[in-house]
C-alpha cells in the first residue's frame, strides 16, 4: 500500500439460512438471514491519479465497466460524499463468479469503498460505510460486519455473530446465471399460485440484537436449521441445482443448499480434507466449477469503528 494506492480482498458470501419476506413499500423484500463470508476472494485495487473521473478495468470476467458495476457505483457515491472530484482507477481481480449468489459484486463495492476511505482518509467507521452501502446494493452492508452476521429488513438491519469455529465449504456452480431480479419474480408467482402471502415461522437462534460483542453460536446448533426460500422454485427451474445438492449430501457434506438466489450450491465440512474428497471429479462435468474454501475471513484494516 502507498499513500496513492491499496489493494483489498473482496470474499464471497453463502447464505446459510435465507427466507425471503413480505415486499416492502419501496418494490424490495424484506429477508431474515444468516450470511458467512469464506476466503476465496475478489481483490479491488483502487488509485488515485491526476486524470479526472473513474476507470474501473476488470481481469477474470466480462463484467460492465460503467455505472451499473456495483464497484464503479460505489466509488462515484464516495466521491460525491466528500465532494472531491478526483481522477480515480479502479481494477478489479475476479476469482468468484457472476450472477452466482456469492455477493461477488456486492463485496467488490464494499472493498472499493473501504479502500477509498483509506486513501482519501474519511475517518469513517463502518457504521458510516454500510450506511453508504446500502445505497448501492442490499448485501453491501454485511462485508462490513463480518465473517458472520444475521441480515435483517432489505440488507441493512446487520447484528454480527461469531460461529464457534471454522468450516470448509464446497462450491459448484453448474455454469448458470440467475438473475436475482427474475428468481425474485418467480418465487413470488410460486407463492401467489400457493396463496401464500408471507412464509412461515422464522428459525429460533438466541440473537440479542443490544449485545455489545458478537454473540457465540454453534455449528451444531445451526447446521439443522440451513434452508433457502429460492431452493426449492429454482431446483424446479434447474433440476442440475437439486443434483448438485444431493449430491453434496451423499459425499458427507453437514448441509448443502443453494446460496443467495443461485446458482451455486454449497457443502459444509467439518475439517479441508473431506471437502477435498467430495469435490473430486465434479470439475469433470460440463459448464461445473468447483472450489474448496474456509469459512474464515478477516475483515481488511479498512473497516474501523
Known sequence: MTSRSIEVAAPGK?????????RRPDGFHNIWSVMHAFELADT?????????????????????TDSSNLAYRAAERVLARVRRRKGLRLHVRKRLPVAAGLGGGSSNAAATIQAMAVLLDTGWSRTEMAQLGQEVGSDVPFFFYGPTALVEGRGEQVTPLQLEADRWLLLVNPGIAISTAWAYERLAAVRTGQAMRVPGRLPRLAVDHGAEGPQLMKWHDLLPLVENDFAPVMEREYPVLREIRELLLMRDAQAAVLSGSGATVFGVFGEERPARI????LDRRPGWKVWVTRTQWDPTPACRG
Open 14 to 22: 453463502v447464505n446459510l439460512i435465507l427466507r425471503v419476506l413480505d
Open 44 to 64: 479491488v485495487a483502487v488509485e488515485l491519479n491526476g486524470q479526472s473521473g473513474i476507470r474501473l478495468t476488470c481481469e477474470g470476467a466480462n463484467l460492465p
Open 278 to 281: 467430495a469435490a473430486e471429479g
